[in-house]
């Protein structure tokens, strides 16, 4: 059983930045793919990026691309996500998921979420 825990959520004004940590444990973090999911209220939750262990890949959403970095450190067990130029739009629950073959809405471990408000 894998275990995430997310942290790194407050409140910004829009154009401002945040880093949000997702800290795993009870499994191999290396052989995971990583990835970052968000729901916004009303909405479906949505996916932003992923990090693959080995052979690495990345991905962003179309809104991510440009803004967020997503970033993994294997002697830390930890995934981040590095949000610059934030937008309202951006304010959601953000979701640390993490599968042994590939992230999706159906990924077989999640964290607990962490609140991201972006004031106008």
């Known amino acids: 059983q894998v275990q995430l825990v997310e942290s790194g959520g407050g409140l910004v004004q829009a154009g401002g930045s945040l880093r949000l940590s997702c800290v795993a444990s009870g499994g191999t973090f290396s052989t995971y793919d990583m990835g970052w999911f968000r729901q916004a209220p009303g909405k479906e939750r949505e996916f932003v990026a992923s990090r693959s262990g080995s052979p690495t890949r990345t991905y962003y959403s179309n809104s991510a691309r440009g803004r967020f970095t997503i970033a993994r450190d294997n002697a830390k067990n930890t995934v981040y996500l590095q949000m610059n130029n934030l937008k309202p739009e951006d304010t959601a629950v953000y979701y640390c998921?993490?599968?042994?073959?590939?992230?999706?809405?159906?990924?077989?471990?999640w964290g607990q979420g962490t609140q991201v408000t972006v004031s106008s």
């Open positions: 998921a993490a599968d042994q073959k590939s992230v999706t809405m159906r990924s077989e471990y």
